[in-house]
């Protein structure tokens, strides 16, 4: 799956990740209302606002970018519908040839942690038939509880060739609270011990030119990222933090490696909301799919400009 | 709710929490043969096993313990199926007034840490109107981005009089790789400045005498803990690493206030799979609830005898 993300960013030339995150704020008036109409103001209703905006975004951005990668907390919080219109996303894109990152963050010990990767990337076992629950591509993974955590989820991806991303050096603010704090034993910071950690785990499972285990590294500190890339040559790094977080095509040139692979750059609000920004607004909320493939085409060139110069 | 789990504790002398974590190895044979006949070997079929289950097991159990907590990944794998099981099991706990402590070690940033909220202990707004997505009464939660994960639980938790444990030393084996690092400038492993941040979030959502927000700590890491208990005096402590993985009664002694409280101890498959153990075979295992039952009763007694030698 590493070697078909990199073949698919090669092929449109897109480093890109879309994050379906759909917030209902962002979902255009007249597809709520079509679907309060057919659902009422209730978890379906809800469920079926986002899909239908999901499928429209999907259709519009599906041969111009190598992925996507939907935010299951987005779906989650409708509950059992929200977790349906998650799962037909998933598939949607699938259909589409997109690969599909699951931003999970999930993370526990053992057998949990084996159910899991079971759940979101391989097949769980019912009597004598095996069945994909949610089956992303991808999934991104909380480091904190160490080996126990990771290891199960390694079993699953190499069984399935598929793949994760764990948390390495978050975009958020806050991120520097834990993961910043310098090791006595080789006063370093923590995520550097992190970032060299998933390097060993990815030598346990490689495609044919990067691991099938890459790391998230927030597009908000650059200069972290420039030591991280170094730490994990083969890794794949997942880049949070684009746009709306503040992060700039210039910032990311550090991300990459010399081959210009080695990065994929997330934006969710700046691509599937572009309409309501005011650069887009032209489009107007009807169209709001090409209102998105415009903002992914600026994307492209603004990766494309900022990797020229460096 | 950090009130209710304190009444309930002291009403039922069981600082004890049952993990309702039913892999289909601790199903009894007679429950998955009927669901497979009803279902099929399928998912559907699956989910039916493991809520026919816990339906017993809680019919047993929920008036001699104050909570559960179901692991919610155990249900995941078996897709929307899975999470269905996971709902109905959230909801019957809670009518029959058991505290729900959802396992679901999330954890996110801002707005995303939000909708995982929201979607495990609040309400989501649709429209005009208001939904609980699965309502559990606690989530855990994993720290390892910081206050921006944590702060949009909180806030949820406030309006909601609900709570969280915060991972601070998870039981496994490795978890002392990340975890255990010393810190430069405190000359202090990392578990423990997660603690004291533990500490002052708990500051912010304070019950009656313990704080809303917890912490779980790892029975087998009884030396710790008894750091980890002075770190954060007002912290309830969930205590997984009972049992099964090598935690013993006189392990847990520190773990607890001098109040004989702020600890809650979990137990899974010692108590929902106790039929399989030699202790309680004589149950059978279609008595298998009458199983769990006695070794609640064993787990108390052991609690409370190592609590009166200390």
Redesign the interface.
Same mark, same amino acid.
Do not use: C, W
């Given at each position: 799956m590493i070697n078909k993300l990199v073949n698919k960013i090669k092929q449109t030339g897109a480093p890109i990740v879309v994050g379906l995150?759909p !917030? !209902?704020k962002f979902v255009p008036e007249h597809i709520?209302k079509k679907a309060?109409a057919d659902f009422g103001?209730? =978890?379906e209703?809800?469920a079926e606002a986002i899909w239908q905006y999901n499928k429209v975004l999907i259709d519009n951005i599906y041969d111009s970018v190598p992925a996507v990668k939907p935010?299951i907390? !987005?779906y989650?919080?409708?509950?059992?519908p /929200?977790?349906?219109a998650f799962?037909k996303t998933v598939d949607y894109c699938k259909e589409k040839d997109l690969v599909v990152i699951g931003d999970v @963050?999930?993370?526990?010990?053992?057998?949990?942690?084996e159910?899991?990767a079971?759940?979101?990337l391989g097949k769980?076992?019912? /009597?004598?038939?095996s069945?994909? /629950?949610?089956d992303e591509d991808f999934a991104t993974v909380?480091?904190?509880? /160490?080996?126990?955590?990771i290891n199960p989820f390694i079993k699953v991806c190499k069984e399935e060739n598929k793949g994760l991303f764990i =948390?390495v050096k978050?975009?958020?603010?806050?991120?520097?609270?834990?993961?910043d704090?310098? =090791? @006595?034993?080789t006063?370093k910071p923590?995520y550097e !011990?992190?970032g060299e950690?998933v390097a060993k785990w990815g030598e346990e499972h490689m495609g044919d030119t990067y691991s099938y285990i890459g790391a998230v590294v927030g597009a908000t500190y650059p200069e972290m990222g420039k030591v991280l890339r170094k730490v994990m040559p083969k890794s794949y790094i997942l880049v949070p933090g684009y746009g709306a977080q503040g992060g700039k095509g210039a910032d990311l040139v550090h991300f990459f490696n010399e081959d210009g692979l080695g990065a994929i750059v997330n934006s969710s609000r700046g691509i599937i909301a572009a309409y309501q920004q005011e650069k887009y607004a032209s489009f107007g909320a009807e169209n709001f799919g090409d209102a998105a493939r415009a903002a992914v085409e600026d994307m492209k060139a603004d990766i494309a400009g900022a990797l020229a110069n460096r």
């Open positions: 995150d !917030m !209902m709520q309060f103001e209730t =978890l209703g809800a935010q907390a !987005m989650e919080q409708f509950g059992i /929200g977790m349906i799962k @963050k999930r993370g526990d010990i053992g057998s949990t942690s159910a899991y079971v759940g979101h769980v076992q019912v /009597g004598s038939q069945y994909y /629950g949610f909380n480091p904190y509880l /160490g080996s126990d955590g =948390l978050t975009s958020n603010p806050s991120s520097g609270e834990f993961q704090r310098v =090791l @006595k034993d006063d923590l !011990m992190v950690q």
